[in-house]
């Protein structure tokens, strides 16, 4: 029974982390059919090629590392993180994960746990929740659905953006190994810029990101490539502009700026950036996968 909580702590960890190898089977519907809309975050993992990163992922504390071998359990995993909790029901996360061969185990310690409580989703599927983890767990063969509201959705999925599938694959190589987008963007990263004193406004509603392994690298480092949207292609040239003189503020240290912060932000304007219409894309240089997990991390502090 120990094991159980172990599985789902894993699956709520791994959505701090968000396409499928060539020619492997997604999500019936597609990788985001069993997400909700209203969320902040939304994306798609490879699991089995994302390991290294999620080994270095935080979560309230918990570290990764302690659930390494639970990664096994799962191939794919595509997540949701909503705004805080509103009505009773409502939930602040959504996770679905399969794999590609197989079952998950687990499913029979849920009937045999008394702190689990057999529940009927809106949907008129059944669930299992637990009070005490905060949980609410279905497991169906090949694949599970974790939240801490209702683990299934009542009306249409979150529809992708536009662009999302163009930053699937690069030229060459594998595709992403995880993709997705944020939604209501400018809001925590302004709020950075603003910590670190630095006077301007990101004009973006929507940031896609996607990760990706370096070509040629034995030394197994990532690169990150994000599409920031914005509403129209003068705004995207302005917007080059803007990058230009946040890169000159972060040579030009200030006593209100925080160093650690500066050097998370570093990577991100280590290349030009590169206009696509209303888009502009900012791609990173070869990343460590502590350098990665030490991005998602930090980044996330803001969006809470």
Known sequence: MRLLPGILVFLVLASCASAPRVNVPVSPGGEFASLAPGGQVYFYADVKRAQPILAHVTLKNINMKQTAGLLEQVDFLSGAVYPPKGPPGSR??????????GNIPGGAALALSSQWKKTT???GARYWHSSAYGLSVSIQKAEAFVSDGDPFIDGPPIEPPEHLADLRRQAEGPPALVLGWVEDAGRPINKFLSTQGIPFKIPTDQILFALYEAPADANRMYEVVLRVETQNAGQARGLASILGLVRGFMEAVGPGMDLESLETLRPLLANPPRQDGSGL???????????????????????R
Do not use: K, Q
């Open 92 to 101: 602040t996360m959504l996770l679905h994960a399969w794999r590609r061969r």
């Open 121 to 123: 989703s809106r949907t």
């Open 281 to 303: 894309l900012i791609s990173t240089g070869p990343m460590s996968d502590e350098g990665i997990a030490l991005l998602l991390n930090r980044f996330a502090v803001y969006f």
